[in-house]
C-alpha cells in the first residue's frame, strides 16, 4: 500500500495567518492527490482533487501544489471557518489510502 | 442533486456481520462513471478506504478487509450496500459512503455517515 505521511500533524495558527500543510507519498503518485477539511462530527469535504485544482464552491485563498512524492496545501489568509482537520488522499493505486491529516487549531 | 443516505443498525454484536446500505437519490445509481465507495472513521482517528462498488457489479476491496466484506448494488433499489463479517471491537467506526466525481477520482459527494459500535 501507498503510505501517506501528514505534517504537521498539529498547527496553531492566527486567523490571518498563511498556513502550509504538507504531504508525502511512500512512492510517486504522479497528481492523483486529493484534500479533504473535516470538521468535528461533520462530514468530511473535498477541497482539491488532481494536486491543485480548486473544488467547485471552496473559497480561492486555498491552493494546492506538487507532484510525484510531496504535495502542499496552502491558505493564503486563515478565516475562522477553516479550522479543521485536513486530510491528504492518494488515488493513484488501488487500495485509496488517506494521510493521518493535519488538525488547524487556534492558537 | 444527488444524495446519498447510510442505514443500518448502530451496534453489532463481536464475531456477527455488520451490514449498511446506501440510498442514492436524486439520480440513477447507473447513470455515469462512478465509483460507489464505502469509507470508515474510527473515533477519533483518520479516514479509511474500505471498497467501491460499480453499477455493472464489480467490486475492489482494501485487502486488509477483503476477506470478510462484500460490497454490493442493487440497482434497482437504487442503492449500494455493504457487509463486514466476524466484526470486533476495531470495526467500530463512522461509515460513510461516498461518490467520486468520476471512477477513480476524488470523493465529491458523501452520505452523512452512520455510527455503527461493535459491542455485546
Known amino acids: 500500500d501507498i503510505q501517506m505521511t501528514q505534517s504537521p500533524s498539529t498547527l496553531s495558527v492566527s486567523v490571518g495567518d498563511r498556513v502550509t500543510l504538507t504531504c508525502r507519498a511512500s512512492?510517486?503518485?504522479?497528481?492523483?492527490l486529493a484534500w479533504y477539511q473535516q470538521k468535528p462530527g461533520k462530514v468530511p469535504k473535498l477541497v482539491m482533487y488532481k494536486a491543485s485544482n480548486l473544488e467547485s464552491g471552496v473559497p480561492s485563498r486555498f491552493s494546492g501544489s506538487g507532484s510525484g512524492t510531496e504535495f502542499t496545501l496552502t491558505i493564503s489568509s486563515l478565516q475562522p471557518d477553516d479550522f479543521a482537520t485536513y486530510y491528504c488522499?492518494?488515488?493513484?493505486?488501488?487500495?485509496?489510502?488517506f494521510g493521518q491529516g493535519t488538525k488547524v487549531e487556534i492558537k | 442533486q444527488v444524495q446519498l443516505q447510510e442505514s443500518g443498525p448502530g451496534l453489532v454484536k463481536p464475531s456477527e456481520t455488520l451490514s449498511l446500505t446506501c440510498s442514492v437519490s436524486?439520480?440513477?445509481?447507473?447513470?455515469?462513471?462512478?465509483?460507489w465507495t464505502w469509507i470508515r472513521q474510527p473515533p477519533g482517528k483518520g479516514l479509511e478506504w474500505v471498497g467501491y462498488t460499480y453499477h455493472t457489479g464489480s467490486a475492489y476491496y482494501n485487502p486488509s478487509l477483503k476477506s470478510r466484506l462484500t460490497i454490493s448494488v442493487d440497482t434497482s433499489k437504487n442503492q449500494f450496500s455493504l457487509e463486514l463479517s466476524s466484526v470486533t471491537a476495531a470495526d467500530t467506526a463512522v461509515y460513510y459512503c461516498a461518490r467520486d466525481k468520476t471512477r477513480g477520482d476524488a470523493f465529491d459527494l458523501w452520505g452523512q455517515g452512520t455510527m455503527v459500535t461493535v459491542s455485546s
Open positions: 436524486g439520480g440513477s445509481i447507473t447513470s455515469g462513471s462512478y465509483f
Open positions: 512512492q510517486s503518485i504522479g497528481r492523483w
Open positions: 488522499q492518494q488515488y493513484q493505486t488501488n487500495p485509496w489510502t
